[in-house]
């Protein structure tokens, strides 16, 4: 068995769980903020069967979309006229982040 | 030193940290949630030393118990009789979910 | 690639988070709680190459640091002199404490 670990984000993670469930994968939720962003995202974990790891990360990637996000990081105190020019940054996300760690044992009690 | 993560149930909690903490044992608590039910649950993580893992998954068992949930899945649109008659599932629910993860290393700063 | 999960005090959690960001460390953070003394900390774990291992363990050093916390436990029913005496204790809480876990397959979608 392994253990899968996805940061997704909040926008897609309800579609994810309901197609993992849908094919017999079980999965826990956590809520996580991204270290950059410091915005609100989602981690998913599932213990999945070796056999059944390329269809969970297949699931993902088709679940998963990449978006642009706006930042606008706080001005540095500049003169009167750069002040009034905020910096836009475009920061790309990707749909998930999955690693994939092995599971010595695994016990339902 | 291995890395055991439990998924267990809101109730059992408390009592299962009081007794991990009492037998030396050191943990971490995460509020969760299943993917099927959608409940809130709780992770706890615990890194143990590799020749008391026998002795955390036995605490685990001990105070951790299966229970029943009832899922009342949202009914489809049936005609005028069928929607009146809820469908109630009867859903088992583990005591405990446990993985045992192998740690490469562990420092305490 | 190893996934670092380190626990650490919500006090030095945004100044570590800015410094590894900073050296281009990719992070995701868990407001999670002590199993002993039930108080919020941070959990932070980060998939780092393997050859930046020393570099994270030596930032989270550097950025988290020991501290003294006050546990007042609740006072068995003595008598009524011993009532007046609260008991505390003073427990030492590390900076930081990392587990160390290796990672088969990291795949970003
Ligand atoms: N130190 C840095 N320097 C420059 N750009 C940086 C950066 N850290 C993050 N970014 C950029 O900002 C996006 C959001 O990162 P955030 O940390 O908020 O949110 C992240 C984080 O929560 C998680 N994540 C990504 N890589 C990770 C890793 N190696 N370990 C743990 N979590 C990771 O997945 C979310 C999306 O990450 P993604 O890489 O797709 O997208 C990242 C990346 O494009
Ligand atoms: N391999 C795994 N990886 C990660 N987390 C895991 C896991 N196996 C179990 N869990 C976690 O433990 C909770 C209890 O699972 P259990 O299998 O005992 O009890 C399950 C099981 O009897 C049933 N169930 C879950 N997923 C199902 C599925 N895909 N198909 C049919 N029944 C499912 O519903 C109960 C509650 O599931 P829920 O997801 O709400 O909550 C799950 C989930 O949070
Ligand atoms: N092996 C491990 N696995 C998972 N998480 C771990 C861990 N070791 C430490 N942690 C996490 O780090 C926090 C600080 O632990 P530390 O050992 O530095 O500082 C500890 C330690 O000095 C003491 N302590 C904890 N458990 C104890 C126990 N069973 N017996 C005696 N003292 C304990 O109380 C302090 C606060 O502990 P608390 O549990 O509230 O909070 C812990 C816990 O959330």
Known sequence: ???VIAVVQDGDAAALLEKM???GFRATKLASTGGFLKKGNTTIFAGVENERIQEIIHLIKEKCCVTQQILTPITSAGGPMESYLPHLIDVPVSGANIFVIDVEQYIKV
Chains 1, 2, 3 share one sequence.
């Open 1 to 3: 068995m392994k253990l």
């Open 21 to 23: 469930v849908e094919n």
